[in-house]
């Protein structure tokens, strides 16, 4: 007889709470899935700054409150896919997010698209969004070993044509 995967859901006050259809996190099993993290402030759900660092931090800060709802920290982290309005900001985003996986590194992927746009913002704001690193993260939990499976739906919900 096949055993069930246990689903759960899993959220933090301390990370913005979710603008769309979806969790901040679901935990299927011994694997974490972390929706798409944009450098938002908990509060009001704009931008910390047009600063890519800035964001990048807040991003990284806000993916870090997920995985410790979830009993997890950096080092339980095993892919992430980080999408760039610009990939010259490669660099900058890469240092960032260095000092933040200061022990094993996770794979990653890192893509150039053509548009960042929040769900349910105006124009003006999309044009700053187009700017922002988004952090998306699969973590395996509590366990040793961990392992990824690719989300299909990992272009839709936040994350429309962007990163």
């Not at 910390?48 to 800035?54: G, K, L, R, W, Y």
């Not at 985003?93 to 769900?119: C, D, G, H, M």
């Amino acid at each position: 007889m096949a055993s069930k995967v246990i689903r759960k859901v899993v959220s933090s006050a301390k990370a913005p709470a979710a603008i769309g259809a979806y969790s901040q996190a679901v935990q299927a099993g011994n694997t974490l899935y972390i929706s798409g993290q944009l450098g938002l402030d908990t509060a009001t759900l704009n931008l910390v700054s047009e600063d890519v660092v800035e964001q990048t931090r807040t991003a990284l800060t806000n993916m870090g409150h997920i995985l410790e709802a979830a009993g997890c920290t950096y080092k339980h982290v095993v892919k992430t896919t980080v999408l760039l309005a610009d990939i010259n900001d490669f660099a900058k985003v890469n240092e960032e997010y260095s000092k933040f996986f200061t022990e094993s590194k996770p794979a990653r992927a890192a893509y150039q698209v053509a548009n960042l746009p929040k769900i349910m913002v105006d124009e003006a704001t999309r044009k700053t969004l187009s700017s922002i690193p988004l952090m998306r993260v699969k973590a395996g939990p509590r366990d040793k070993e961990a392992w990824v499976t690719r989300l299909k739906e990992e272009y839709q919900g936040l994350i429309k044509v962007s990163h």
